[in-house]
């Protein structure tokens, strides 16, 4: 199992941009597939980006060209830079960790919240 700690949320204008940061401990991180998935009020979770264990990357049609997941395996940290953020963006935000050979989540973060004011 793989414990997840999120961190970077905030309160912002729409326009601006927040960086979060998630920092995992246990081993082989680098064997992991990583990702952030968000959940707003009254709404389901969904996926946000993600990162696969060889550095390739995919993100929802909702925030393409605006949000960009990267990962530091020397520091088992996750990241997900947010540009251009709009109302729409305001959730909470929670990282997550797959076995990359298996799929099998191995980890969920307690999630950390984005709110973007107009």
């Known amino acids: 199992q793989v414990q997840l700690v999120e961190s970077g949320g905030g309160l912002v204008q729409a326009g601006g941009s927040l960086r979060l940061s998630c920092v995992a401990s246990?081993?082989?991180?680098?064997?992991?597939?990583l990702a952030w998935y968000r959940q707003a009020p009254g709404k389901q979770r969904m996926m946000v980006a993600r990162?696969?264990?060889?550095?390739?990357?995919n993100y929802a049609d909702f925030v393409k060209g605006r949000f960009t997941i990267s990962r530091d395996n020397a520091k088992k940290t996750l990241f997900l830079q947010m540009n251009d953020l709009k109302p729409e963006d305001t959730a909470v935000y929670y990282c997550?960790?797959?076995?990359?050979?298996?799929?099998?989540?191995?980890?969920w973060g307690l999630g950390t919240q984005v709110t973007v004011s107009s």
């Open positions: 990162i696969f264990s060889n550095s390739i990357t």
């Open positions: 246990g081993n082989f991180f680098s064997l992991h597939d």
């Open positions: 997550v960790s797959f076995r990359a050979d298996t799929e099998i989540v191995t980890g």
